[in-house]
């Protein structure tokens, strides 16, 4: 969650053409904070949040969105890993198993 916020605190102060230096004043922050809360080493209080959207002057939600990854993100990160490691023979006795799970299964199977 983090890094996500960070990620949308970072891009919206480039998109009003802002350096962490600009935004840092704006909000009252030191630099270095700033850094911190882009690279999601540090999360913002309320407070600091609150000051840091109205220094960007963008709704609370606009850095929020997208700070819970879906569950959807998770799972294929999950799948993505346990693939990576398999040789290819592997990958394709695993795929040819997950077509014969889908197919069999009809609740899995989108409508």
Known sequence: MKTLLGQQIREQRRKKGWTMDKLAEEA????????????????????TFIRI??????PADVLIRD????????ADDELNRKLSRLTSGQKKAATDI????ID???????K
């Open 98 to 101: 997950l077509n014969a799970y």
């Open 28 to 47: 009252d922050l030191s630099v270095n904070y700033v850094g911190d809360l882009e690279r999601g080493v540090k999360m913002p209080n309320l407070d």
């Open 67 to 74: 700070s819970a990854a879906p569950a959807s993100y998770v």
């Open 104 to 110: 069999n299964i009809p609740y899995i199977k989108e």
């Open 53 to 58: 959207v109205e220094a960007l002057d963008v």
